[in-house]
Structure formats: structure tokens, C-alpha cells
């Protein structure tokens, strides 16, 4: 079946600009996160969606970043006012109810 | 602060050789373990998922558990240029099966 999705691939913004990241998870899988991974370095958590729930928010590093989930399913990733320091690849993923989480292809970020 | 540590190597074993990857947590009530392999560029790839203490076999991959002493393990048997990666250790948040921590990742170099 199809996996996780992620558009675009790549994106390269100018400093000061928004973007909006979007993912499209398994089907069936109620369960959405979003994290992002600098060059060289580990997985660090951004937010997560379940269900209905309300958002866990406690991985943004800060109020420039937010994120929707539409209809429980389809989610987007919005950064604003954009700086360098940004600059990563965010990956997506969604998983069963036993935890297992499966990642889409990521979204490479770069702020120029 | 939940916590899990991995070597972050490289560790480099020639082919055809047995690769032995560890892990330790520091939730006890953890529930599920999983290993997840990571190419250079690409996203995370869920190898191995563990839920009891013991061994768990999937081709040339064991996963080991031991939760008394809160330590997880990947062998990779007859290891393969094609397995040169980092590989994450992850360990779900508490009883629930909702969030999972990333260990930084070793990364293997199998030598042809």
C-alpha cells in the first residue's frame, strides 16, 4: 500500500519568508508527527496529532512554528518568518496503534 | 527526561561478519522497542519492532530485550556492504504506545 507522503522534496525559501510543509499519512493511521533532523544530527520531535486529541505541541521550537491536521488526516507544517537556522530536512510520520511509526520521504528545507 | 543512548560509533566490521548494535532506556515501563535504519539522505526505515524480553528473528536480524536491565540489541548476521547505515534505537514513552524517543544512532560501516 502507499506509504507516507511528504510534498514538496525540496524547498529553498529566502530568510523572512513562510513556508507550509504538508504530509499525507497511511491510511488508517490516526496518529501524525512531525520532526526534523539537521545535517549530521538525530530525530528531534516537533509535534504530535492523535485522533482528536489536541495537538502535544511541547517539541516547536518556537511560536514562528505551527501545525494543522485536517479532517484527521492530511497535515501541514507552517513556519513563518523563516531564518536560517531552519535549515533541515522534516520528516513526517504516522504509525499503527502499537507504536510502530513509518516515515515519509522528508521535506529539505533551506533558508537562504 | 527519558532517555535513550546508543554508541555513536562508527563501528566497522568486515563482510560477512556478525554487527552488534546496543541500546539502554531509562523508562521502565517502556513497552516497545523498535529499530529503525536510516541510508545517508533518506528517511528512517523501520527494521525490527520488539514488544517482550527475549530474542526476535527476521532474516539476518535478531532484536534482543531485556527489560530488567532496560537494554535492547540488533545483530546483523552475515553483514553486507548494503547495510552500512545509522541505525536508531527507539523506545515508546511510558505504558502508552504513542510517542516514541530516539536514541543519536550508531552508524556501521560493513568493509567489503
Known amino acids: 500500500g502507499a506509504g507516507v507522503s511528504q510534498s514538496p522534496s525540496n524547498k529553498v525559501t529566502e530568510k523572512g519568508k513562510d513556508v507550509e510543509l504538508r504530509c499525507d499519512p497511511i491510511s488508517g493511521h490516526t496518529a501524525l508527527y512531525w520532526y526534523r533532523q539537521s545535517l549530521g544530527q538525530g530525530l528531534e520531535f516537533l509535534i504530535y496529532?492523535?485522533?482528536?486529541?489536541?495537538?502535544?505541541k511541547s517539541g516547536l521550537p518556537s511560536d514562528r512554528f505551527s501545525a494543522e491536521r485536517t479532517g484527521g488526516s492530511v497535515s501541514t507544517l507552517t513556519i513563518q518568518r523563516t531564518q536560517q537556522e531552519d535549515s533541515a530536512v522534516y520528516l513526517c510520520?504516522?504509525?499503527?496503534?502499537?507504536?510502530?511509526?513509518?516515515f515519509g520521504p522528508g521535506t529539505r528545507l533551506t533558508v537562504t | 527526561q527519558k532517555e535513550v543512548e546508543q554508541n555513536s560509533g562508527p563501528l566497522s566490521v568486515p563482510e560477512g561478519a556478525i554487527a552488534s548494535l546496543n541500546c539502554t532506556y531509562s523508562?521502565?515501563?517502556?513497552?516497545?522497542f523498535f529499530w529503525y535504519r536510516q541510508y545517508s539522505g533518506k528517511s528512517p526505515e523501520l527494521i525490527m519492532s520488539i514488544y517482550s524480553n527475549g530474542d526476535k528473528e527476521d532474516g539476518r536480524f535478531t532484536a534482543q530485550l531485556n527489560k530488567a536491565s532496560q537494554y535492547v540489541s540488533l545483530l546483523i548476521r552475515d553483514s553486507q556492504p548494503s547495510d552500512s547505515a545509522t541505525y536508531l534505537c527507539?523506545?515508546?514513552?511510558?505504558?502508552?504506545?504513542?510517542?516514541?524517543?530516539f536514541g543519536s544512532g550508531t552508524q556501521l560501516t560493513v568493509l567489503p
Open positions: 496529532f492523535q485522533g482528536n486529541s489536541a495537538p502535544d
Open positions: 527507539a523506545v515508546t514513552e511510558g505504558r502508552s504506545a504513542r510517542q516514541l524517543t
Open positions: 523508562d521502565r515501563v517502556s513497552q516497545s
Open positions: 510520520a504516522s504509525s499503527t496503534a502499537r507504536g510502530e511509526q513509518y
